[in-house]
């Protein structure tokens, strides 16, 4: 069977964003209801929609010995992370500050992988004091520091290599991590010198290679060249003589929007197991996006309705600053009215934007949605994972509330720091006098 929409409970089909009588429900809760309580704009999360893509992947992977640990950056609510983690999830990371939020959420330390191209040295201090599983390293100068902060400490630092194998992986330009060029990663060829380096030093315990080649792919033959190009290093490494014991095998996998189906995880886990699944390293695998991005919507109010030049304008309060995948990557996320409206089809064709001081500041333009008028409530679709996440407060704007749905009930799991908070901490900082050298004095 195809396992495409991370959406549909296994039992009855029944969706976790879908209509009922009518409305909008988020499990078994009339979004309605929730929007009295909560104001717009607002992130509303389905705990049992995650806890349904972890099983889908796990059931998928587990069998083939395919460790799962979750992106932190893709919804680094520490809800959200406790949620995951207490699936069984370990969690990858990317600073200091993911760090602390997925140990607040109870993960263990051993689940913990530190990925990205610019780990200063008090990051990698944390993470070596903390005993995580493995940095991920993405440069000779990284392999240097690392060696140097863990020698420092008294520790030996765990680590992989990430590899670039130069594989396009047919997605947005700007979420391609892993072509010619590319800040990520080190150049295939030469990983055979550097790590045959690093494992002749004694601060480094290196441990075997990384490679993450984009995000939201969905034709999986990348994947494929990817994975056999790191199954053909990890043997000539050993052929080197030197050991390989893991594999990490990264993210990127993508998921269903509007009527794009999503690709596979059968297929997904049946290419992990082709090509490095004879290997015997220790798989691991680094989703963000597929475990949260269909959980997720951001509500929002329609404030004003202007003529545009090819139809009418709707002016939402939610913007880029909550949601920036549009402006970031002409990312286009389903509209959904809270009410079912009868001939919504033939209603016309509306601008969606928002209240930002920016051009770029626009979902694109929407059809279906009946006739929206001022104070009509719609959700963004799909807006679970790189959401609130990436939310600024440009403008000025407060961050929105972020709310969970587990069943029959709700609760706010974050509610941010808002500006008024925010000016008394800017106003409150003292001048400190400066090291300005000294002036010769004069003759
Ligand atoms: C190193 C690394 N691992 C994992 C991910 C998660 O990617 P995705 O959310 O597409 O699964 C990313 C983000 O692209 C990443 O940079
Ligand atoms: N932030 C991106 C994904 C990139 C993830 C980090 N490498 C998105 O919203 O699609």
Excluded at 7 to 14: G, H, V, W
Excluded at 287 to 292: A, E, K, M, Q
Excluded at 347 to 366: K, Q
Excluded at 401 to 426: C, K, N, P, W, Y
Aim: hydrophobic share 45%; proline share 5%.
């Amino acid at each position: 069977m195809a396992i495409t929409n991370p959406r549909k409970l296994k039992s009855n089909q029944q969706e976790w964003f879908h209509y009922r009588t009518g409305e909008l429900h988020v499990e078994n809760l009339c979004l309605n209801d929730i929007a009295r309580e909560v104001p717009t704009p607002f992130y509303c999360y389905s705990a049992e929609a995650m806890r349904w893509a972890y099983s889908i992947l796990s059931d998928a992977l587990s069998p083939i010995g395919v460790s799962i640990c979750f992106a932190v950056k893709a919804n680094s609510n520490i809800a959200v992370l406790r949620l995951l983690s207490e699936c069984g999830c370990g969690m990858d990371i990317v600073s200091a500050g993911e760090l602390e939020r997925a140990l607040t959420a109870g993960a263990p330390a051993s689940q913990i992988i530190f990925s990205g191209v610019g780990k200063t040295r008090a990051e990698i201090a944390r993470a070596l004091e903390a005993g995580i599983h493995q940095i991920n390293v993405e440069s000779a100068a990284e392999i240097e520091v690392v060696a140097e902060v863990a020698r420092s400490l008294g520790l030996r630092a765990t680590i992989a290599l990430r590899v670039n194998p130069d594989v396009d992986a047919k997605t947005h330009a700007k979420i391609t991590t892993a072509t010619r060029g590319s800040k990520f990663g080190i150049a295939i060829d030469d990983i055979p010198e550097l790590y045959a380096r690093a494992a002749a030093r004694p601060e480094l315990n290196v441990q075997g290679l990384a490679v993450h080649i984009g995000s939201q792919v969905q034709d999986l033959s990348p994947f494929r060249r990817a994975f056999a190009a790191m199954a053909a290093l990890v043997t000539a490494l050993r052929e080197k003589g030197l050991e390989v014991p893991r594999l990490d095998l990264g993210g990127g996998i993508g998921i269903a929007v509007g009527d794009n189906p999503g690709p596979d995880i059968a297929e997904y886990a049946a290419i992990i197991a082709e090509t490095v699944g004879n290997l015997g390293c220790h798989l691991t695998v680094e989703p963000g996006r597929w475990l949260v991005g269909r959980a997720g919507l951001l509500v929002t109010e329609l404030l004003y309705l202007k003529d545009g030049q090819d139809g009418p304008i709707a002016i939402v309060d939610a913007g880029m600053n909550d949601l920036v995948r549009p402006a970031l990557y002409d990312a286009k996320h389903p509209a959904l009215p809270f009410h079912q409206a009868k001939g919504a089809a033939a209603s016309p064709r509306y601008r969606i934007v928002g209240p930002i001081c920016e051009s770029s500041d626009d979902f694109g333009a929407y059809e279906g949605l009946g006739e929206l008028k001022a104070g009509t409530l719609l959700a963004f679709d799909c807006a679970g994972a790189y959401g609130a996440s990436m939310a600024s407060t440009y403008n000025s704007r407060d961050l929105v509330a972020e709310i969970l749905v587990d069943g029959d009930h709700f609760r706010t799991i974050r509610r941010r720091q808002s500006i008024r908070e925010m000016l008394e901490l800017e106003d409150a900082g003292d001048w400190q006098s400066g090291s300005a050298p000294a002036r010769k004095a004069a003759g």
